[in-house]
């Protein structure tokens, strides 16, 4: 069974996003306006980043293995694949 995702702005860069598994989670997802450009371009709402963000995350671990607090430019610190990816869905 997939995930359900569901995201929360909390403030202008903040997102809570609860992930419903074999075992619920709740993460904070935080997002500069320089790195939702740097990933986006503007093309594709906030959440929409934050959706594809989870997605990809959730493709590679399970739900609980998520941190529960995150600036969304860390993933590609453990994923370095993520910004490419990011990009190339954002010209979508």
Known sequence: MAPGIRI????????????????ETMHSVSMTDLDYERFTGGRKPKEQLVLFAFK?????EENTSI??????????EYFPEFEKEVI????L
Not at 56 to 60: A, E, S, T
Not at 67 to 76: G, Y
């Open 56 to 60: 990809f995350l959730l493709r590679r």
């Open 88 to 91: 190339d869905w954002s010209k």
């Open 67 to 76: 941190l529960r607090e995150f600036a969304i430019c860390k993933i590609s």
């Open 8 to 23: 929360t702005p909390t403030s202008e860069e903040v997102y809570q996003v609860q992930v419903s598994g074999k075992k």
